[in-house]
């Protein structure tokens, strides 16, 4: 019964409409997020929004706690962790697309200057 306490509902359900659904949903939303070169910070208002619908789909699919604040966390710290880094993967590999001259990419999350050989 401590899941229930701590996410307002059960792991299966929280498996199946936050994780997957959700998670999902705020993937392709840092997706769109980037290709449209708006800033970051756009995500959390669409991050609260999907929050909410989370909420609301657990309660009425699954008659979970819609008043649980502490799974309100927990479902909107992992939307916003998926659309972040969607987002970030997304622009890096958006911006050594699209300026192959300028920037070289680093690891997975950075993009640097590219290096000019002197002649």
Known sequence: MSE??????TYPVFIGV???CMCGCAILMGR??????RPA??????GLLLGF???FLIYALF???IRSVSGFVVDLYCILLSALVAYRLTLVAQMVRQYPWLYERV?????RPRRI???
């Open 53 to 55: 619908a989370d909420r």
């Open 117 to 119: 050989p002197y002649t």
């Open 41 to 46: 910070r756009h995500a959390l208002r669409y």
């Open 63 to 65: 008659d979970g706690d």
């Open 4 to 9: 229930k306490l701590i996410l307002g509902t």
């Open 18 to 20: 936050t994780l997957i």
């Open 32 to 37: 769109a997020l980037a290709r449209a070169w």
């Open 107 to 111: 690891l997975l999350f950075g993009w």
